[in-house]
């Protein structure tokens, strides 16, 4: 935990008397700095964010009131203590001071000793709840290890001699997301390429995609058709899923041999196709619920020729739901431009493309979803 003589406190007053005695009572214990003004005030905390603001309400031009409510508009000093030092002593003009977000009030002329207890006080909480932050990030980065750990690292090794190429990328709209793929070389002549989206976001997603992602391996090496695949994974979540989430899927089965690609799906959205000399289109729709909610799920799979550049991909909601800051959606319209516009490029740059794009629609706004995009072509080895 932070020691208590690294913090540093901002002292904001446009009495030079008031500061002079908040610098004389606190020197020797914190680090200090000092605004004459709400303006100044807000630039110096955007400079130099402190542990502490010791905060005049009547001030020239932007009050303590104002600053307090920009700090709370902002994510970066949302949690910032503030301490409201007033020669207000109305009971309304207190209750104002906590509902723009103060942590505590004390009116003018103040006891020293006060002040130093009150100011140790907030100094206290705030360390322990850095700390504790600091101590959640570490084990939700090492979560985040352990959940992309899961998921399949080298797909070459997956799809090697397939005449398969395939790409994933993956970005969690968190530390963990619920987001998952899957590219398995079952058989010889049978490559499962998968995409799913569970419910919710944060830990308990992160848990219930290791479960699902665990089954479905298994079961993609024990079964040769996508829809049983899917309605065997159903019926395993939905057996024991008191939280009542669920994954929708989307599963392809490449049949080397056939030269063929069945598709089945479990409440997942219709992936992208791109075949040589035609405009990108989105096909097969899932005809199933999606995957955990109820033993019984009525999913039957789509059968394809495999023509040889055909290219699929495959992506979650955080793609085409993804927002900008005017609420829009990037929607599947954008994404079908995008990938006429990538012309012969590589899986793995059209993925890169796809998430490019949709970070570049986003314009800074808040990743409200986990994003992954899967792409796959076909190109059949030369004998």
């Known amino acids: 935990m932070k020691e208590l003589s690294e913090s540093r406190v901002l002292i ?9 005695i908040l610098v004389q009572a606190l020197r020797d214990e914190y680090k200090l700095s000092v605004a004459v003004d709400g303006a100044s005030a807000l630039r110096a905390i955007e400079k130099t964010p402190p542990d502490l603001v010791l905060l005049d309400i009547v001030m020239p031009g932007i009050d303590g009131y104002e600053v307090c409510r920009q700090l709370r508009a902002q994510e970066a000093t949302r949690e910032l203590p503030v301490m409201f030092l007033s020669a207000l002593e109305d009971v309304k003009d ?18 020293v000793l006060e002040v130093k207890a009150r100011v140790r006080s907030l100094l206290k909480a705030k360390a322990y709840a850095d700390a504790v932050r600091e101590a959640m990030a570490r ?22 001699g397939s005449g398969l190429d395939v790409h994933a990328v993956i970005e969690p709209a ?42 479905l391996r298994t079961l993609a090496r024990q079964i040769s058709e996508p829809d049983e695949i ?28 056939k030269r063929t690609v069945s598709v089945a799906g479990a409440g997942h959205h219709q992936m992208a196709v791109v075949s040589p000399g035609q405009p990108p289109r989105l096909a097969c729709a899932s005809t199933g619920r999606p995957a955990g909610l109820m033993p019984f ?32 959606f990037y929607g599947e319209e954008r994404l079908l431009e995008v990938l006429a516009s990538s012309g012969d490029e590589a899986p793995a740059e059209i993925a890169r493309r796809v998430l490019a794009d949709v970070r570049a629609f986003a314009a800074g706004a ?18």
């Open 12 to 20: 904001v007053d446009d009495v030079k008397t008031n500061i002079d």
């Open 94 to 111: 207190k209750t104002k001071g906590f509902e723009v977000g103060g942590n505590d009030y004390l009116t003018k002329p103040f006891e």
């Open 139 to 160: 084990d939700l980065r090492i979560a985040r290890e352990i959940q992309m750990g899961i998921l399949p690292a080298d797909l070459s090794r997956a799809t090697k």
């Open 174 to 215: 968190r530390e963990v997301g619920g987001d998952l793929y899957e590219v398995l070389r079952a058989a010889d002549d049978r490559v499962v390429v998968a995409l799913g989206d569970v419910s919710g976001k944060g830990i308990p997603a992160s848990l219930f995609m290791a479960v699902a992602v665990t089954v």
């Open 230 to 257: 899917l309605r065997r994974l159903n019926d395993e979540l939905a057996e024991q899923n008191p939280r009542g989430m669920f994954v929708t899927l989307q599963c392809l089965v490449f049949d080397l041999t």
């Open 297 to 328: 799920n009525p999913i039957e799979r789509e059968t394809l020729p495999l023509t040889p550049g055909d290219t699929f991909v495959l992506f979650s909601d955080g793609v085409s739901e993804a927002m900008n800051n005017d609420d829009g």
């Open 366 to 383: 808040k990743q409200s979803d986990d994003i992954t995009v899967v792409a796959a072509r076909y190109t059949p080895p030369v004998a």
